[in-house]
């Protein structure tokens, strides 16, 4: 199963704009709309063709996402865990991920970030064969100084990012999904904390920018990228995910389907994630993907 790139999904932190809920439950396994919030983002490396994923957590919480997905050969995959036992920033990650990646490239996904549009997962795809510098998105945003910034030219190079800027020299936001080469582990071990005494993931970046290495994809506007961190994005992102799905009739986000799509898992084991979820809409889901492959596969 191994790869030249593996993922990390960032579960951590205590959750505090979502308190009193997050005093007893982690922020990422709350719901969005039909499914915990963590799927998204774990989708999001399984659409990029990473079957082996690191999930960093509170010594808190790593139960409860050893209990909700296990060690991911449900999926067709083969999922760790680590603790975090305090949250010092987004590159401490790789930090604690050193001996997981053991010198492959990487990808980092945010556990409460959501995106979702036309090409995503050609778009991961390519960007999971990075084997040197950086790539990361940039996404408009009306309030900027709420997020790390990148700048761009005429030509879509990278020529400053800042960390909530008081006034940000872009538009750009930067989503918290990232790819990174093999070296990503020795320069975030290199860091200096910064004032609030984190290693902070633009610091990172900014050290590929210096070196000419850092990649920028702009998202255009038929992308949604939902930070479900608060009460109201919570909301907004379930409301979202349950228009796209019901207009559809298709799921964003669900684990089963991506890897029997991907050949991950055979339709025996398909059958069984159907069969142990029956009685929910997601179960009801999963049978109606079963039944609609079984039909074609006869000529029906």
């Known amino acids: 199963m191994s790869s030249s790139t593996k993922g990390i999904v960032l579960a951590g932190g205590?959750?505090?704009r979502l308190h009193p809920v997050t005093q007893?439950?982690?922020?990422?396994?709350?719901p969005v709309y039909d499914k915990p919030m963590v799927y998204y983002p774990l989708s999001l490396l399984m659409r990029a063709g990473l079957r082996e994923v690191l999930m960093i957590s509170t010594p808190r919480?790593?139960?409860?996402?050893?209990?909700l997905l296990g060690d991911g050969r449900r999926f067709g995959m083969q999922i760790d865990y680590c603790e975090q036992p305090r949250p010092e920033g987004l590159a401490q990650a790789f930090v604690l991920g050193r001996e997981f990646l053991d010198g492959s490239s990487a990808c980092l996904v945010l556990g409460d970030n959501i995106l979702h549009g036309p090409g995503l997962s050609e778009t991961l795809t390519e960007c999971a064969t990075l084997r040197d510098g950086a790539h990361i998105f940039g996404y408009r945003v009306r309030d900027a100084k709420r997020y790390g910034v990148v700048e761009i030219d005429d030509n879509g190079n990278a020529i400053s990012i800042e960390e909530k800027p008081e006034k940000p020299r872009s538009s750009l936001a930067v989503p918290g999904l990232y790819f990174y080469g093999p070296d990503v582990c020795d320069l975030a071990a290199d860091l200096e904390p910064s004032e609030r005494g984190e290693l902070e993931i633009t610091d990172l970046n900014r050290r590929y920018l210096e070196q000419n290495r850092l990649k920028v994809t702009v998202l255009d506007r038929g992308f949604?990228?939902?930070?479900?961190g608060t009460h109201r994005s919570l909301i907004e992102a379930s409301t979202y995910i349950e228009a796209i799905e019901e207009r559809q009739g298709l799921k964003i986000g669900c684990l089963q389907e991506i890897a029997w799509t991907k050949g991950w898992i055979s339709k025996e084991e398909f059958?069984?994630?159907?069969?142990?979820?029956?009685?929910s809409s997601y179960g009801t889901y999963l049978a109606e993907v079963l039944e609609r492959a079984e039909n074609k596969s006869a000529g029906g």
């Open 14 to 16: 205590s959750g505090t």
């Open 24 to 30: 007893v439950i982690s922020k990422q396994l709350l």
């Open 61 to 67: 919480d790593l139960p409860s996402f050893r209990e």
């Open 224 to 228: 949604a990228w939902l930070d479900a």
């Open 271 to 279: 059958r069984r994630e159907a069969d142990a979820a029956s009685g």
